[in-house]
């Protein structure tokens, strides 16, 4: 995610992932009320948000789930004492830690600390996490698939840059390294929580059915109009198309079917609910510029590393202009993207 403040940073333009915070709200306390169910002797929780950027849109989420225990735990019926947050904010060694540490909101009660470093391996100590959270992060992947990079496969996903529905091998490549990455965070987590703790999961997905004439989702937004948008800077010779074919974004949205059967086999955790959101954020990118400016802000740093920095106006220069020419991206009302919900609950060690 693109750093600092500026115009282009993802502070600036993470509206669309901000949304669903105060729609999973109610449901978050909810089941911190009735579920959280942890040995409270110490009176010390543990908090993750996993792949947090540079908080923004973490800390309203961190500040409803500490409000939510404090309520479970300050209640007549329970004589502890106040609790005590350690709040752990994680991402990738890269990420922008001195904007998220220079933006925590003034007198928070909890004590922040970055943990830098993948969320499929393990990050911290056995058993010191009560509630574990994790936003619009866990459709990206550990890696591209193999498979779609390889000029000799079958799988090879020549001149486009995501997976397409019609694709079927090149999606079979991107779900199975899905699978297998939610399968390495969920086994990490299970070491890292205590019995009884809960982990909040929201995964942008999109639905089973929905109509490529009239609709759209983010994928097929970015794979369409920002993967052609590279292919004509190519076929203008701004680099070669050898160059598109041997880039691919390294997500994957699943159904909320692939995402409830990958979650099923884990042995560690039980499904506490399993919701479909809408996705209120989308309003926030009704104008070509916005939603321009919130690709950017996710994507520059891997169009960057792979085209170099001197492509990326040019690109989503002409990415708006695709996006404004078309009667069906240009409105978000037809964006289908959905987020999931998954409330899981560590089963007793
Ligand atoms: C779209 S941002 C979401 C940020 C924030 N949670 C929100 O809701 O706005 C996805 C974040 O996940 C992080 N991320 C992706 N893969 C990761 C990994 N393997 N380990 C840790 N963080 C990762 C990215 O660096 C990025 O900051």
Not at 161 to 171: P, S
Not at 237 to 253: A, I, T
Request: charged fraction near 20%; aromatic fraction near 12%; proline fraction near 6%.
């Amino acid at each position: 995610m693109n750093a600092g403040e500026g115009p282009h940073s993802y502070v600036r333009n993470s509206s669309c992932q901000r949304g669903v915070v105060d729609v999973a709200k109610p449901i978050i306390e909810e089941e911190i009320a009735a579920k959280l169910d942890i040995n409270t002797r110490q009176n010390r929780f543990g908090i993750a948000d996993f792949g947090c950027s540079t908080g923004y849109n973490s800390f309203p989420a961190i500040e409803i789930i500490t409000q939510a225990i404090n309520k479970k735990y300050k209640s007549p019926k329970n004589t502890s004492k106040t609790p005590e947050f350690y709040i752990f904010f994680n991402d990738v060694i890269t990420n922008d830690f001195n904007t998220l540490f220079t933006s925590l909101p003034p007198n928070i009660n909890y004590q922040a600390v970055a943990v830098p470093g993948d969320f499929h391996g393990r990050l911290l100590p056995e058993y010191s996490l009560h509630f574990v959270y994790s936003s619009w992060s866990l459709q990206w992947l550990s890696a591209v698939p193999e498979a779609v990079a390889d000029g000799g496969s079958p799988a090879w996903n020549k001149g486009e840059i995501l997976y397409t529905r019609d694709k079927t091998l090149v999606c079979d490549a991107y779900l199975d390294r899905f699978d297998k990455d939610i399968g390495s965070f969920l086994e990490s987590r299970a070491v890292e929580m205590v019995s009884g703790g809960l982990m909040a999961l929201l995964v942008p997905a999109v639905p089973e059915f929905w109509n490529p004439e009239s609709e759209y989702t983010i994928p097929s937004d970015v794979g369409y109009l920002l993967g052609s948008s590279l292919m004509d800077m190519a076929k203008k010779g701004r680099f070669s198309e050898e160059k598109v074919d041997s880039f691919n974004l390294p997500y994957y949205f699943p159904t909320p079917e692939q995402l409830k059967v990958i979650l099923i086999k884990n042995q560690s955790f039980t499904i506490e609910r399993f919701e479909i959101l809408n996705n209120p954020g989308k309003h926030t990118l009704a104008s070509v510029n916005a939603r321009a400016a919130c690709f950017r802000a996710v994507h520059e740093r891997l169009l960057t590393d792979h085209f170099g920095s001197a492509i990326i106006d040019e690109l989503f220069e002409l990415y708006t202009k695709k996006l404004e020419a078309s009667p069906v991206f240009v409105n978000p009302d037809n964006d289908k993207t959905i987020v999931i919900l998954a409330v899981l609950k560590r089963k007793l060690i």
